[in-house]
């Protein structure tokens, strides 16, 4: 009898759902246009929150294509004058858009020329065909491939990792999820310790009020802690999820591998064009280039003559509904900036930081990240919050640099799939149960703002970041 109810009332929602969805992106703007306004939350940005939130919803429900709702947020700014064009579409002037069009051709040439997979093959290879060896295996996949192309590692792997679970027939088991949040972590993890297009978005969007240009050296050396944090990550994987039998893949790794044959001309060619990107990024602190361009330039040098390995569907599969939708998440950062946004959070969160201490402060701008997930993109996250954290930093004598990479960490921690569609790819494949992913995430939420507390804050003092 409950089963049936429960069955009936799945079949309503499932049937309703786009209406369900509409009903609340219509209503929400509503209600906080409601909302009484005062000398701090003026009627502009009560506007402003309301036109965003609806923006967001729509994104998050997808109840229009991406493309779309992308092109109708910003639009909706300019329609009801919430800041000038030139303000709104100024993302499309930065080096972000171009940044990631260019690092999804890379990555799209080298999944094609098959360097990708060569690469993860290798890594399992070397670490042994054990459980173990298989997660380890993978998380060095994922930083070479991070390090080639940084952020565009999460479709081959998300593909690399079901392949194997599919090839030793796991199915959906303890196994098969270990190995799958394996390859999301692999994917991300990465992330925290090489620059990548992901958090040039932070940076983007707090360019009106902190302006240092951010180099890749920089980065790896403020976040260096992230590489142990990436292979504790595994630790915890192998512990949480033992498989029920012996695993060993090494015959069927060699054999996948033994296929490829040897490393082609195309392979070769692209290994250059990393390596100068690489070199290009080395050298940021003499050229004074923003390593952005580096990315967008990365990929067009796949098609030049003597290189020339790219293909016209490798320019095809680039999702450019997604640079739309970078975009468009900077608007929303751009317009909260024009209207004086960061002042209000400032002005809020101010007096619970002062006399609390930089660890006090980062765990707050953490817990805040972590609770605008479960409402908001990470990209809207990191466009909207970037600004305003960056100038209450200052007032508060803190390095802004030190709640950028908070913020990034913070938006990392999750509880459930729908809330980072990176790691809803590795869920979507069916390996993985939802009380499976919701207690491996809960705990990793626990262990990252310990992480955060007792050693980022600590090596951020020693280095003079804090």
Sequence with gaps: MEAALESGEQSFFAKNKKTIFWVITVITPLIIMMLPTGEMFTPKIRLFVAVTAAGILLFAFESLPQLVSSILLPLAYVLIGLAPSKAIFVPWATVIPWMFMGGILMANVLESVGLLKRIAYWCIIKTGGTYKGILYGIMFAGIILNLLVPAQAVIPLAAFTFGICKALDLGQSKASAGIMLAGAMAALMPLFFFYNPNFAVIQGGAS????????WVMYFWHNLPNIGWSFFMIFVISKMFKPEKPIDAKAFVQGEYQKLGKMSVPEKKSIFVTLLLFVFMLTAQFHKINIGWGFALAGCMMYLPGINIGTDDDIKRIPFSLVFFVTACMAIGVVANVLGFGKILASTVMPLMQNSGDAVSLGLVWLLSVAANFLMTPLAIWASFSA????????????????????????????MPYEYILVLIFFSFGLITVKDFAKFFSVKML????????IKVPWWNLIGLL
């Design 208 to 215: 009106s009020v902190y302006k240092e240009q951010i180099t």
């Design 388 to 415: 305003p954290l960056a100038e209450l930093a200052m007032s508060l004598g803190i390095d802004p640099r030190a709640f950028f990479y908070t913020i990034f960490q913070g938006t990392d921690q999750i509880a």
């Design 447 to 454: 262990l990252n703002i310990v992480f955060i507390i007792v």
